[in-house]
């Protein structure tokens, strides 16, 4: 059954357009996903605005990051994401990990998020890996507020959140939803809408649909305004939530949502890459760049297996990089620059 909401929401004038009214999108995570079938219902949102979502989903319950990777070769993800054509690959952590104290942090999670950020860039060069900021616990996590402090409050566990999946989404080129911004904001402007279920945890069917929005806005590129709601949601919620998402989305643009509104990822150079099986190498050549340049070879599994750091002169950068010892196979050229990549598969046979 679908209700309308009837709320008048401020349309944003956006300066950027869609290029597509079609997204295929791969969900990876765990409840936080699928509670309330968060994917269904950013569908069933895009849908009233006249998108389409075609999603698919690989959830394990309780799963951190390093789960989805040391279960790869067991598990169905890593076919899901060989079957390439996606246009965005969402990355879920388990709902402590990315709070977890620095260390801990680098060492148990970051890289683990990096592999499966590099594998779905690997398969799906083209797409744009979505870090799914969550939030903090309603009361905090009580049982281990005594050994870490940042656990003590739904607020400060929300602000660790939020720094390490920035953090993550800078330091990777790849982007954010950021869930997690809109609930604090939401919390702290209105906390009688309830965004947990009753296990302070989870999110209830208003913080399901907030998420869906915030999703709806990354994937398009665009303000929220539907008539569209669920059960359980009051037309007054829609309206109020709607608008949280459009202030956090475009009001704070300058942390999550740079990369949409500058030249698209690959254009700020132009880059040539290809294989010479005469020569056993891969010839690299860069043109109207003017910042450090870092290249890397990956392999279908994501790993970096040489990485090289170099200078252009007079706005151009020409190399080979030798692969007379790699295995043949398909492997991933990626250039980056200051926040712009550029990736290309090669085939050594």
Request: glycine residues 6%; aromatic residues 14%; proline residues 3%.
């Amino acid at each position: 059954m679908k209700v309308k909401c009837f709320a008048l929401i401020f349309s944003l004038v956006l300066s950027f357009c869609v290029n597509s009214q079609t997204k295929n999108v791969l969900f990876i995570g765990n409840s936080y996903t699928d509670v309330n079938n968060l994917p269904f219902m950013v569908s069933e949102v895009s849908s009233s605005m006249g998108k389409t979502i075609n999603y698919d989903v690989h959830t394990a319950g309780g799963a951190q990051f390093s789960t989805h990777w040391n279960n790869i070769n067991t598990s169905d993800l890593l076919e899901k994401l060989q079957k390439g054509n996606l246009d965005f690959v969402v990355l879920q952590g388990q709902s402590q990990e990315v709070a977890f104290p620095d260390m801990q942090f680098m060492t148990d999670v970051y890289p683990y998020a990096l592999k499966l950020d590099s594998l779905a860039k690997t398969y799906n060069p083209q797409c744009k890996v979505v870090f799914y900021m969550t939030w903090g616990y309603r009361y905090g996590d009580a049982v281990n507020c005594p050994y870490y402090p940042p656990f003590c409050t739904f607020l400060s566990m929300s602000q660790r959140l939020y720094d390490n999946y920035l953090k993550m989404a800078t330091d990777f080129g790849s982007w954010v939803a950021p869930v997690g911004a809109a609930w604090i904001k939401s919390i702290v402007t209105d906390s009688t809408i309830v965004l947990h279920s009753s296990d302070n945890s989870h999110p209830s069917i208003q913080g399901t649909y907030l998420n869906s929005c915030i999703f709806y806005s990354t994937f398009f590129q665009d303000s929220i305004n539907t008539q569209y709601l669920p059960v359980g949601v009051s037309n007054a919620e829609c309206y109020f939530l709607q608008n949280i998402s459009n202030s956090i989305m475009f009001d704070s643009s300058a942390n999550w949502f740079q990369s949409y509104i500058t030249t698209p990822r690959g254009r700020n150079f132009e880059a040539n890459v290809y294989y010479s099986k005469e020569t056993q190498s891969i010839s690299v050549g860069i043109n109207n760049i003017f910042d450090d340049i870092e290249i890397l070879v990956l392999d279908v599994k994501a790993q970096v297996i040489k990485r090289i750091n170099t200078k252009p002169i007079g706005g151009i950068v020409k190399l080979d990089i030798n692969i007379n010892n790699f295995i043949d196979g398909l492997y991933v050229v990626r250039i980056m620059s200051k926040g712009d990549s550029y990736n290309s598969k090669i085939v050594k046979y």
